[in-house]
T-cell receptor, first 118, second 112 residues
Framework: DTGVSQDPRHKITKRGQNVTFRCDPISEHNRLYWYRQTLGQGPEFLTYFQNEAQLEKSRLLSDRFSAERPKGSFSTLEIQRTEQGDSAMYLC????????????????FGEGSRLTVL | DAKTTQPPSMDCAEGRAANLPCNHSTISGNEYVYWYRQIHSQGPQYIIHGLKNNETNEMASLIITEDRKSSTLILPHATLRDTAVYYCIVRALTGANSKLTFGKGITLSVRP
């Protein structure tokens, strides 16, 4: 499968602990996005990268959240000192600016990492 | 905030056409209309997009009104596997409005 992969798929943690999610985008996709989705809501934009540069961050991304994409390939999203309100599905998506389908602006999503904070 | 409004839910019979409406009265000239869907426990999946002309692909058809203030996604022969949340999104391809901003979408239930 050469789609977007996310790890872990499920994470249960206690309040105050740190968690890290990893996203492996489709090979050679230069844009990578993080979204958060809570029950009954649509995905909310958190941040996105073009190659290794983080170009935009939502105000939802508090100081406890940090995202990196050090070599322009995979990305990590770390949440420090987790709170119960952080419980959500964290979705990663990637897109390409250079492939033939890039003009469609299509984002390819992974299946998400579900976080439960107890 | 999402720039589209959709009814919260609708249903249709299997094998019949599903017509999903969307209002986007404040759409800008450089913004496209995108549709994504999200099947339970999966990530969103791209369906189709358009600027002002009607579009059709293997999944669906997109009908955009002449004034571009509304659109309809048509699934010509709905199946049970089409049960999902469908999101209508307006988006520019470049610039500040180029990210996807999701609303709550419309939940389509296809009944046998």
């Amino acid at each position: 499968d050469t789609g977007v992969s996310q790890d872990p798929r499920h994470k249960i943690t206690k309040r105050g602990q740190n968690v890290t999610f990893r996203c492996d985008p489709i090979s050679e996709h230069n844009r990578l996005y993080w979204y958060r989705q809570t029950l009954g809501q649509g995905p909310e934009f958190l941040t996105y990268f073009q190659n290794e540069a983080q170009l935009e961050k939502s105000r939802l991304l508090s100081d406890r959240f940090s995202a990196e994409r050090p070599k322009g390939s995979f990305s990590t999203l770390e949440i420090q000192r987790t709170e119960q309100g952080d419980s959500a599905m964290y979705l990663c998506a990637s897109s390409s600016l250079t492939s033939g389908r890039a003009l469609s602006g299509e984002l390819f999503f992974g299946e998400g990492s579900r976080l439960t904070v107890l | 905030d999402a720039k589209t409004t959709q009814p919260p839910s609708m249903d249709c019979a299997e094998g019949r056409a599903a017509n999903l409406p969307c209002n986007h009265s404040t759409i800008s000239g450089n913004e496209y209309v995108y549709w994504y869907r999200q099947i339970h426990s999966q990530g969103p999946q791209y369906i189709i997009h358009g600027l002002k002309n009607n579009e059709t692909n293997e999944m669906a058809s997109l009908i955009i009104t002449e004034d571009r203030k509304s659109s309809t996604l048509i699934l010509p022969h709905a199946t049970l596997r089409d049960t999902a949340v469908y999101y209508c999104i307006v988006r520019a391809l470049t610039g500040a409005n180029s990210k996807l901003t999701f609303g709550k979408g419309i939940t389509l239930s296809v009944r046998p």
